[in-house]
């Protein structure tokens, strides 16, 4: 709870010089990727990632070309429909592995009614959806261990899957889960912009059009999130 939460206090005290939105999904909309980016001078750059799929299990993407060797976030819906992301490292084709308690280096969004849900754009048929920060480099010894670098200014590689079968425990981070349903590879400069709106691109996509929100706003609505630790982070 505690590394939590300095985690969050440092993501928020950090301003911004610059924000990115941009997003992947399928050819089908079955599965999509949203990313806002906050560029710094120092090392302490982060991506905020909206994970959504037509899934009523789980959900989930990582960095790298295959389950051989993935930092992974995986996500569902709680037995109270707030969002549970579970941090993870994948070494093969079994059960990734839980990164220390499976949320430390995360800042997660598990308020259904927070500001961060309204920004990022819905996509139709979507019933399964994760918000969460990561930091763009690792930030501790121990986080290195697990947590692969994103790289700005070029093409990342990233894997995703999903399942219509929930985990063991919906309401644990730590929980196993069932195999895939579909699963995938897609590459992403997550620190460009997007060529065009989500809500332009995909049909049944609702809410903002594109253009990221003020650092004052964006702050504002962490700041929010982490006034509320007790409940976000338990």
Do not use: E
């Not at 220390?100 to 308020?111: C, I, Q, S």
């Amino acid at each position: 709870m505690v590394a939590v939460y300095l985690f969050a206090l440092a993501f928020l005290a950090a301003s911004a010089n610059a924000q990115v939105l941009n997003y992947w999904c399928d050819g089908g909309n079955n599965i999509c990727v949203q990313t806002y980016y906050s560029q710094r001078t120092d090392t302490k750059s982060s991506v905020v990632f909206c994970i959504s799929a037509k899934a009523t299990g789980w959900v989930g993407a990582g960095i790298g070309s295959g389950m051989a060797d993935a930092d992974i976030w995986v996500g569902w819906n709680s037995a109270t429909n707030v969002s549970v992301v579970s941090d993870r490292t994948s070494t093969g084709r079994a059960m990734p592995k839980v990164d220390g308690d499976g949320v430390a280096t995360l800042l997660v969004n598990k308020d259904p009614s927070s500001q961060l849900n309204s920004f990022f754009p819905t996509v139709a048929g979507h019933t399964t959806r994760i918000i969460f920060a990561r930091y763009v480099t690792p930030q501790t010894a121990s986080s290195k261990a697990y947590m692969k670098d994103l790289v700005p200014g070029q093409a990342n590689s990233f894997i995703w899957a999903y399942a219509n079968t929930a985990p063991a425990d919906v309401n644990s981070a730590v929980s196993t889960f069932g195999k895939h349903d579909s699963m995938g590879a897609f590459s992403l400069d997550f620190s460009a912009p997007a060529a065009t709106p989500l809500a332009s691109a995909q049909g049944g996509a609702t809410g903002a059009a594109g253009s990221g929100p003020q650092v004052s706003v964006f702050v504002a609505t962490f700041a929010a999130i982490v006034a509320a630790a007790a409940m976000i982070f338990a």
